[in-house]
């Protein structure tokens, strides 16, 4: 057999050639999955510290609706949800209040249970009213504002955490501005962390 050494190095160089280039494209691909991933990462690290909400000077939290990442569904409400990241100063236990605007002040009309999670703790209650706020300035006539005590968190250390509420009455401004959806009787306003003073 006679092997012409053109040949040979002609398939030596076809193969190198085309093992260069697969590992070529193995890096480029590589590359650009490492720098999308990192990329993304910075972004949401970005966003969740320009959301983070914190404590206010007498130590109590303000989560507003208007404030929270959102997801809400025409076709399953039940499952809307809210989320909050906020930033602990000051540990310890503090008791949820869920705020409403409300026509009504004897039925706060929330047709399923309110879930509230921190963590692994989660508070599940049917909002009550259990007092109204009169000449609120987050509520505009003809509505009041009504709070219902839903329990308490406790936080053992300082520092961030992420607080979600799964409730029907979480619609995000763009799903109501997308279907023109009106003005319930009652509409969910904010979550109110106070700290509990011994």
């Known amino acids: 057999m006679i092997v012409y050494p053109s040949l040979l190095i002609n398939q030596l160089f076809i193969g190198d050639y085309r093992i260069m280039r697969n590992i070529f494209l193995l890096s480029v691909v590589s590359a650009v999955l490492m720098w999308s991933c990192g990329g993304a990462e910075k972004k ?6 320009e959301n983070i909400i914190v404590q206010q000077d007498d130590g109590s939290f303000m989560l507003k609706l208007d404030k929270a990442d959102c997801y809400s569904s025409v076709d ?3 499952a809307n949800t809210a989320e909050w990241n906020v930033k602990i100063t000051k540990p310890g236990r503090y008791n949820v209040w869920l705020s409403s605007a409300t026509l009504d002040t004897l039925d706060l009309n929330y047709s399923n249970s309110v879930r509230i999670t921190l963590a692994d703790s989660q ?3 049917d909002p009550a009213i259990d007092r109204i706020v009169r000449n609120s300035d987050e509520v505009n006539y003809p509505y009041y504002r009504a709070d219902s005590f839903m329990g308490s968190f406790y936080f053992p ?4 955490y992420n607080i979600q509420l799964i409730s029907e009455k979480v619609i995000s401004r763009e799903l109501r501005e997308k279907t023109n959806q009106l003005p319930d009787n009652t509409m969910l306003m904010s979550v109110i962390l106070t700290p509990l003073t011994r």
């Open 76 to 78: 399953d409400p039940s």
């Open 123 to 125: 508070l599940e209650a």
């Open 157 to 160: 250390e300082p520092g961030e």
């Open 44 to 49: 949401s690290n970005f966003t969740a510290r």
